[in-house]
């Protein structure tokens, strides 16, 4: 009989666990608390029939270049829809700041800071399998890619700690403020600085910043399709509280539990070592997330027409204003001039929304303390300065609270959307300090949430990881995703 493998979270990181015991000759139950599986890579009518929301995700540079996802053969089951332009950030001056998948385009439009971006992203860019290599790896594993590794980290510390020594005009420190603020941390930050390098490379590389035809869901469906088809079954509405009370099998006859939500959960496995789960409860959370979708009877009215080029716009005022933001996040207040993340799939994704309407998402992170604030007025209110009209554009609204997000996703402690707070200490102690962190001392018990390596975002790391150590343990030898797909999924 085939060992059983009992996954509880149906996110991008259970359902890669998931796809990947299935494959590898495990009975595979994913149990999920939500009524739909996919967490929060997921695509839901939210407003209005026909309007199609990306619940959580919605651009896709990490899951296009990610390891597993390309083992996967992702590139064959959904269609990529790539804009001309990664990211943009119009300035309250006027000129809108854009990082064009071109990087030579990128680069003259920067004036002066032109070479500067390009010397700091374009080595970056030209290795990007190694920085992928790099940044999808466990922190304290040996870099693969030498060369590469010093690169980024010299890159990550300079714009960490002094970023107006490497860019000098207003445009460069912006565009690298706004993507440096994906990672909801204090600027400039070594975090912020290894999450907008990450993302800054992929920018400007012939991949860009996609998106699905249809949205997150559509990774979300092919991950379900495989899994159906080796095999594996899917239960949504079971919200696992106490691993005490479920019946995940008999370790010692290999049977396995991957708890992909929040590594919490471990803290409740019967027998558990006392310090092993309060290393969990000193695991940090970072700031809560506050998001609005929109119905729009039209394309959003954007003042510089360039930004219906890109998909993803940070609305976040100057550099300086994006920087104080994320200040008052760490401290406990919203600033009045917040920093917006925006995405609008409609303008290059039609199967979104009916003819000649959008959807978009907007999002905010917002302080502890402040979980059950509507976000709209701030949102709104920074969208009009850069959109002026935009209100009378929206047919449909949908609104997140951190707190509604928390209670929708177990694995979204406060709200905080990315798994934990982003920390070199924290990468380190991912949730514990161990260079497995997937395994739990609990014999039989792994964790594949994004609080373990690689951390956030949809690539799947942390379930492949997860999967692979078990599968270890279990045969002692460590598998190949090649003996999973089959060598010519690898080349592709
Ligand atoms: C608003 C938002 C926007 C984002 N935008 C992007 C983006 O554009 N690109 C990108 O790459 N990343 C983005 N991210 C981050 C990305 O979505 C996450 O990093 C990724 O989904 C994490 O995958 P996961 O499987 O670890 O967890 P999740 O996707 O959070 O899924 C966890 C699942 O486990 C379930 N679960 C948890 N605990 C239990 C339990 N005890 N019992 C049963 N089920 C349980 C939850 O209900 C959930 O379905 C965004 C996140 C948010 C919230």
């Not at 976040?316 to 207040?333: F, L, M, N, P, Y």
């Not at 209100?391 to 402690?413: E, F, K, M, Y």
Request: hydrophobic share 45%.
């Amino acid at each position: 009989m085939s060992p059983r493998a009992t996954i509880v979270g149906s996110g991008p990181n259970g359902l890669v666990a998931a796809v990947t015991l299935a494959r590898a000759g495990y009975s595979v139950r994913v149990l999920e608390a939500a009524g739909a599986a996919g967490g929060s890579a997921r695509t839901a009518e939210l407003t209005l029939p026909g309007f199609r929301h990306d619940v959580g995700s919605a651009v896709h540079p990490v899951a296009r270049s990610s390891v597993w996802f390309r083992a996967f053969g992702l590139d064959r089951r959904v269609e990529w829809l790539v804009p001309d332009a990664s990211f943009a950030h119009p300035l309250p001056s006027g000129p809108t700041a854009i990082a064009w998948r071109d990087l030579d385009r990128t680069a003259a439009s920067l004036g002066a800071d032109g070479t500067r971006w390009r010397r700091l992203i374009q080595p970056l860019r030209d290795h990007l399998d190694g920085v992928v290599a790099l940044t999808g790896d466990h922190l304290l594993r040996v870099p693969r890619h030498p060369v590469t590794a010093a690169a980024f980290a010299v890159r990550t510390a300079l714009l960490g700690t002094a970023p107006s020594l490497a860019l000098r005009t207003e445009a460069g420190l912006v565009l690298w403020a706004g993507v440096a603020a994906h990672a909801a941390r204090t600027l400039p930050s070594l975090a912020g600085s290894a999450a907008g390098l990450l993302l800054a490379a992929h920018a400007h590389a012939a991949t860009g910043w996609p998106v699905p035809r249809g949205g997150a869901g559509a990774i979300t469906d092919a991950l379900i399709d495989d899994l159906l088809a080796h095999g594996g079954e899917l239960s949504c509405n079971e919200n696992v509280v106490d691993v005490a009370a479920l019946d995940w099998g008999d370790a010692a006859a290999g049977d396995v539990l991957v708890l992909a939500g929040s590594p919490r959960l471990a803290a409740t496995v019967p027998g558990i070592p006392g310090s092993y789960a309060a290393a969990l409860g000193r695991y940090r959370y970072g700031p809560g997330l506050a998001k609005i979708d929109l119905a729009l009877d039209g394309p959003v009215p954007w003042r510089d027409p360039d930004l219906g080029r890109a998909v993803t716009v940070h609305v976040g005022g100057t550099a300086e204003q994006v920087r104080a933001s994320a200040a008052g996040v760490a401290r406990g207040r919203l600033s009045p001039a917040p920093y917006v993340l925006v995405a609008q799939p409609s303008v290059i994704d039609a199967s979104r929304a009916p003819a000649g309407a959008a959807v978009l998402w907007a999002y905010l992170h917002v302080p502890r303390g402040a979980a059950a604030l509507d976000p709209s007025e701030p949102i709104l209110r920074r969208l009009e300065e850069f959109a002026p009209g935009i209100r009378d554009r929206i047919i449909g609204r949908h609104v997140t609270r951190a707190s509604q997000l928390a209670a929708r996703n177990p694995a979204a402690i406060g709200g905080d959307g990315l798994g934990g707070l982003l920390t070199l200490r924290q990468a380190v102690r991912s949730p514990v300090v161990s260079t497995v962190p997937w395994r739990t001392p609990a014999r039989g018990v792994y964790l594949a949430g994004s609080a373990l390596p690689p951390g956030p975002g949809v690539t799947g790391m942390p379930g492949w990881y997860a999967a692979r150590t078990v599968l270890t343990d279990a045969r002692g030898s460590v598998p190949r995703l090649e003996d999973l797909f089959g060598a010519s999924a690898m080349g592709e």
